[in-house]
């Protein structure tokens, strides 16, 4: 099955600074790369996802990277804020019949400093 | 609704006891996930189901767990014979697709097992 790695487990920038997460994955049949924003005791929400036909998409402050190749992709968030402090958990889904669900990684706690 | 509803928000076991959690998905969506988070993991696949059928099981770790969608909306996840290693937030999802859909979110039900 798929295998998702994702580091930093904690990140801390400044506020306005940019932040870069990276995910790994091991299944090249791999075809969606979602990211989601889970801020504490609340439900993970979708801020961005890609598709393995894109090399990068942007949203406003939001941009994901991916690299078939490598098998690797990364999120990009510029000009952070302090609404931007959560936990960011990417995921990635096989191909394979549709059925499996996606597999995520363990998460990076993102932390703006004011 | 609005949204993807669980219930109950909280629940607090024995072990050894039976409990039932459940999922009311966003109307019209025919894609329902469960997913499984322990604390400062991401979350884990557990079962998927496209209408009323079962797609995917192959995330349920054991034959104590179990889930049903008799009518394609509603599901209820099952554990019985709770073990201290089941605590943990389940997590309930809907798309209005399938697993490349975005993957709606409810607030999950923490499950605590003493």
């Known amino acids: 099955g798929e295998n998702v790695e994702q580091h930093p487990s904690t990140l801390s920038v400044q506020e306005g600074d940019s932040a870069v997460i990276k995910c790994t994955y091991s299944?090249?049949?791999?075809?969606?790369f979602p990211w989601y924003k889970q801020e504490l005791g609340k439900r993970p929400q979708l801020i961005i996802d890609?598709?393995?036909?894109?090399g990068e998409k942007k949203d406003q402050r939001i941009a994901v990277t991916l690299n078939k190749t490598a098998k690797h992709f990364s999120l990009h968030i510029t000009e952070t804020q302090p609404e931007d402090s959560a936990v960011y958990f990417c995921?990635?889904?096989?191909?394979?019949?549709?059925?499996?669900?996606?597999?995520f990684g363990k998460g990076t706690h993102l932390i703006i400093q004011p | 609704g609005a949204g993807v509803s669980q219930t109950p928000s909280n629940k607090v076991t024995e072990k050894g006891k039976y409990v039932e959690l459940r999922c009311d998905p966003i109307s019209g969506h025919t894609a329902l996930y469960w997913y499984r988070q322990s604390l400062g993991q991401g979350p884990e696949f557990l079962i998927y189901f496209q209408g009323t059928g079962a797609a995917d099981d192959s995330g349920l770790p054991n034959d104590r767990f179990f889930a049903v969608r008799p009518e394609g909306s509603v599901s209820t996840l099952k554990i019985q014979r709770t073990e201290r290693g089941d605590s943990a937030v389940y997590l309930c999802?809907?798309?209005?697709?399938?697993?490349?859909?975005?993957?709606?979110f409810g607030e999950g039900s923490r499950l605590t097992v003493l």
């Open positions: 995921a990635a889904r096989g191909s394979g019949g549709g059925a499996d669900g996606l597999t």
């Open positions: 299944d090249s049949a791999s075809n969606y």
């Open positions: 999802a809907s798309s209005r697709t399938g697993p490349t859909g975005e993957l709606f």
């Open positions: 890609i598709r393995s036909n894109v």
